[in-house]
Structure formats: structure tokens, C-alpha cells
């Protein structure tokens, strides 16, 4: 390259700098901060991930040992910390289960109420709602419990949300919503689930019509 076309490559940057620098800058800039916000928040996750699971397993210790006091708090420390990692939903479940054995039916239903209002999955959320709804169920709360359970839709917990269902209506003495419950139960039960579906076919003729 001659010095005149250097000279005039120069000036042709200097031109285009003048008018997209400051644009270019600014762009740079954001990107570089968008790339750090990233790695920061997934850095922040792995950590969250990490601390949650040590908490967890203090929280299957506890339960192993009863101690209904220590599971309250663990539970508690969890669900405000960790609340929005899978560990919290799980701890959830985990806890609710060993108070209700312990005799602790209020903390229990807490604990489930808590994982329906905010587990991070479906699945999770589902059986919250299906272990509180058998809560209310031996409390005589059948309203409570079929509120919490609506009609069941076509996904994969269909079936035995219309066997829960079939419980609360049938010990409510609504036996025709009962029966019809039991029914799509048994249309909605996969045929591998011989256990499952032979008992929705004993409530079912038990309750007879």
C-alpha cells in the first residue's frame, strides 16, 4: 500500500469512527456487561445449587431422626433461601411427610401448601396438591380438598386425580359425581397399573348403582 492510500485509509476511519464511535463504544460496552451478567448469574445458580443440596441433606437427616423441631427450621432456611431450586420443592415433600407421620398435621399441610404454591415443576406441584387433598380428607374438609383438585385434564396425572376426586365426592355422599370420578379413573389409568386400577374398581363397585 502506497503512503497516499494509507493516508486516505486513514482518513476513511477517522470519518467512519466520527460518526459510529461513540455507537460502536456503547455497543461493545453492552455486550461485554451482558457476557458478565451471564456468567455471574450462572455462577450464582451453581452456587445456590450447591448450597441447597448440603441443606437437603440435612434435611433427610432430620427426618430420619424425628426431630420435628430441626425439620421445621431446616424447611424454613430452605424455602427462604433456596426457594427457587428443585432441592426446595423436594425438601418440601420430604418434610410434610415426616410431620404428618410425627403427628404434626398442621406443619404438614404447610409444607404441601407451600410446594403447591411454588415448586418448580408440574409433577411436583400435582402431588403437593394430591397429598394435601389427602390431608383434608381424613379432616372431613371435602370442599377444601375438591377445590384444590379441579376437574383433571388430559394430562398425565388425569387418572388419579379423578381417583382423589372419586375419594373426597364419595365420602362427601355425592356417590354419582363419586362414581363418575372412579369411572375416568379407570379410563384414564394406564392398563400397566393393574394395582392402582383394581383398587379404583373396588371403591367403585363398593359404591354400587
Do not use: C
Not at 23 to 41: D, F, H, P, R, S
Not at 171 to 177: L, P, R
Request: glycine content about 8%; hydrophobic content about 45%; proline content about 2%.
Amino acid at each position: 500500500m502506497s503512503y497516499h492510500d494509507e493516508q486516505e485509509s486513514i482518513e476513511s476511519f477517522k470519518a467512519w469512527w466520527t460518526q459510529w464511535g461513540n455507537a460502536t463504544t456503547w455497543l461493545v460496552l453492552i455486550v461485554l456487561l451482558a457476557l458478565a451478567a451471564w456468567n455471574g448469574w450462572n455462577f450464582w445458580q451453581r452456587r445456590q445449587a450447591a448450597e441447597a443440596a448440603v441443606l437437603y441433606d440435612q434435611v433427610q437427616q432430620a427426618a430420619t431422626g424425628n426431630d420435628k423441631a430441626l425439620l421445621t427450621r431446616i424447611a424454613t432456611d430452605m424455602e427462604d433461601r433456596f426457594g427457587g431450586t428443585a432441592y426446595a420443592q423436594m425438601s418440601a415433600l420430604t418434610v410434610a411427610k415426616s410431620l404428618y407421620t410425627a403427628g404434626d398435621t398442621a406443619g404438614a399441610k404447610a409444607q404441601l401448601q407451600w410446594a403447591a404454591d411454588h415448586a418448580k415443576d408440574e409433577e411436583f406441584r400435582q402431588v403437593a396438591k394430591l397429598r394435601l387433598a389427602s390431608v383434608l380428607l381424613d379432616e372431613k374438609a371435602y370442599d377444601q380438598g375438591l377445590a384444590l383438585i379441579p376437574q383433571p385434564d388430559a394430562g398425565p396425572f388425569k387418572g388419579v386425580v379423578a381417583d382423589g376426586r372419586g375419594d373426597l365426592l364419595a365420602a362427601a355422599g355425592k356417590h354419582d359425581d363419586a362414581r363418575a370420578a372412579y369411572k375416568l379413573a379407570l379410563d384414564s389409568l394406564p392398563k400397566t397399573d393393574a394395582s392402582e386400577r383394581q383398587l379404583v374398581q373396588f371403591k367403585l363397585d363398593a359404591l354400587g348403582g
